[in-house]
């Protein structure tokens, strides 16, 4: 197959790209040339800046399919659509579980309802289009689903969108499951969020991309929720097995809910992977559909070592992007013992 990959070199790119290449595809890259250019030397790259909309390079051309690895943006899917549509066999978009409207319960599957109005007005520009992804990122999940009824609308049965839970692996510098690696290596008395039985999910990085690959081969359209590994269902599953995976002596103080938010301690930011009060369900989404159609997650234990194992690489003393600082810890943890 001839796939076009747009982007392709960040972090769910090369997974995309490897994957592809895997499978003896013919892969062709576009993107503006700046984020890890040295990767895939042998494979075709294509120029443009798609904020400023230098599509140039791409037209004219055919693909079998064409993959957009991860933008929020719907200006820049519906002008990356106008020129690659009409001779494209399908298109892949990587959206995100973050477009549900409602994660209160459990189950949640692909027909659930999408968030379609931003959380601040101000998102959207003159045109109607939304633009701004705020600075807490409140508007991702809206713009996200407006990109994906772009995709479906034009494509139609051609069109796939694939929703990865917290996207994980080697390189993934959003901290949320690195945080817990290496605090669980450190050892000693770990804040963690109760109750231990939570359902915790994430998606390795090289999963998502063998799953969107797939896709491609089999031609498959519609809509896929992509989360899940093999033997790590739980908070404490996955605390333990990091126990396991490094070797650390930690000790977990289970805190309750109730007393987290009391002391300030925030969701997602403050403890990753603990999902905020009414959004307990973003945790156990359903993958059904898409293990029907080939996802295949690997085992927990692998993912975990390759993230410890990649943690070890990076320079010493690096700011955290998510996490609580050893200080911070130490405080709680006396608090909650008394």
Same mark, same amino acid.
């Given at each position: 197959m001839k796939l076009l990959v747009l982007g392709g070199t960040r972090y769910v790119g090369p997974a995309i790209v490897e994957a592809a290449l895997a499978g003896k595809h013919t892969v062709t890259l576009f993107n503006r040339g700046k984020t890890n250019p040295e990767l895939f030397p042998g494979v075709e790259k294509l120029r443009g800046d798609r904020d400023a909309n230098e599509l140039d390079a791409l037209k004219g051309r055919t693909w079998d399919a064409v993959i957009d690895t991860y933008v929020e943006k719907p200006?820049?899917?519906?002008?990356?659509?106008?020129?690659?549509?009409?001779?494209?066999?399908?298109?892949?978009?990587?959206?995100?579980?973050?477009?549900?409207?409602?994660?209160?319960?459990?189950?949640?599957?692909e027909t659930a309802p999408l968030q379609v109005e931003p959380l601040a007005p101000s998102a959207r520009s003159k045109d109607g289009d939304l633009g701004d992804v705020g600075a807490g990122y409140e508007n991702?999940?809206?713009?996200? %689903?407006?990109?994906?009824? +772009?995709? *479906?609308?034009?494509?139609?049965e051609h069109g796939a969108v694939v929703r990865p839970h917290v996207i994980v692996g080697a390189g993934d510098r959003s901290d949320r499951l690195p945080y817990w690696v290496a605090r669980v290596a450190r050892g000693g008395d770990v804040l963690a969020p109760a109750p231990r039985e939570q359902p915790v999910q994430f998606v390795d990085v090289r999963d998502l991309g063998a799953f969107v690959v797939k896709l491609a081969e089999d031609g498959h359209g519609g809509v896929f929720n992509a989360a899940g590994t093999r033997g790590c269902d739980t908070f404490e599953e996955l605390l333990h097995g990091l126990k396991v995976v490094t070797g650390g002596d930690a000790?977990?103080?289970?805190?309750?809910?109730?007393?987290?938010?009391?002391?300030?301690? %925030?969701?997602?930011?403050? +403890?990753? *992977?603990w999902p905020?009060?009414?959004?307990?369900?973003?945790?156990?989404?359903?993958?059904?559909?898409?293990?029907?159609?080939?996802?295949a997650p690997r085992a927990a234990g692998e993912t975990l070592r390759d993230v410890w194992a990649w943690e070890r690489t990076r320079e010493a003393g690096h700011a955290w992007k998510s996490g609580l600082t050893a200080e911070r810890e130490r405080e709680l943890v006396k608090q909650l013992r008394g």
């Amino acid at each position: 197959m001839k796939l076009l990959v747009l982007g392709g070199t960040r972090y769910v790119g090369p997974a995309i790209v490897e994957a592809a290449l895997a499978g003896k595809h013919t892969v062709t890259l576009f993107n503006r040339g700046k984020t890890n250019p040295e990767l895939f030397p042998g494979v075709e790259k294509l120029r443009g800046d798609r904020d400023a909309n230098e599509l140039d390079a791409l037209k004219g051309r055919t693909w079998d399919a064409v993959i957009d690895t991860y933008v929020e943006k719907p200006r820049l899917v519906r002008q990356a659509l106008d020129v690659v549509a009409p001779k494209a066999g399908m298109y892949l978009f990587v959206s995100s579980v973050s477009v549900y409207a409602d994660l209160s319960k459990p189950g949640v599957d692909e027909t659930a309802p999408l968030q379609v109005e931003p959380l601040a007005p101000s998102a959207r520009s003159k045109d109607g289009d939304l633009g701004d992804v705020g600075a807490g990122y409140e508007n991702f999940g809206p713009m996200k %689903a407006a990109c994906e009824k +772009l995709v *479906l609308e034009r494509m139609k049965e051609h069109g796939a969108v694939v929703r990865p839970h917290v996207i994980v692996g080697a390189g993934d510098r959003s901290d949320r499951l690195p945080y817990w690696v290496a605090r669980v290596a450190r050892g000693g008395d770990v804040l963690a969020p109760a109750p231990r039985e939570q359902p915790v999910q994430f998606v390795d990085v090289r999963d998502l991309g063998a799953f969107v690959v797939k896709l491609a081969e089999d031609g498959h359209g519609g809509v896929f929720n992509a989360a899940g590994t093999r033997g790590c269902d739980t908070f404490e599953e996955l605390l333990h097995g990091l126990k396991v995976v490094t070797g650390g002596d930690a000790r977990f103080a289970w805190a309750e809910p109730e007393w987290l938010a009391e002391h300030g301690v %925030a969701p997602w930011k403050d +403890l990753p *992977l603990w999902p905020p009060t009414g959004n307990e369900g973003v945790n156990a989404i359903s993958t059904a559909r898409a293990r029907a159609h080939g996802f295949a997650p690997r085992a927990a234990g692998e993912t975990l070592r390759d993230v410890w194992a990649w943690e070890r690489t990076r320079e010493a003393g690096h700011a955290w992007k998510s996490g609580l600082t050893a200080e911070r810890e130490r405080e709680l943890v006396k608090q909650l013992r008394g």
